[in-house]
């Protein structure tokens, strides 16, 4: 069934799946997850004034995580 539709200059069709997606996703995810963090960072800083107590929160983190997922 091969039909041909006749598109207005400057439109294209292009078929992609949901790989190019997950693709697009990671690349995104590459440089938000890193600003996040620094953003958390910054703003525990803000809060407590003092890198000890910052550094404590952010160790607590992947034991709350761990402790979620049980």
Do not use: D, I
């Amino acid at each position: 069934m091969n039909q041909s539709v006749k598109l207005p200059p400057g439109y294209a069709v292009a078929w992609t799946g949901q790989s190019v997606h997950l693709q697009h996703a990671r690349e995104r995810l590459m440089w938000v997850v890193p600003l996040t963090l620094v953003l958390v960072l910054l703003l525990l800083f803000l809060h407590f004034r003092h890198v000890g107590k910052v550094l404590l929160v952010m160790a607590c983190l992947p034991l709350r995580w761990w402790a979620a997922s049980g």
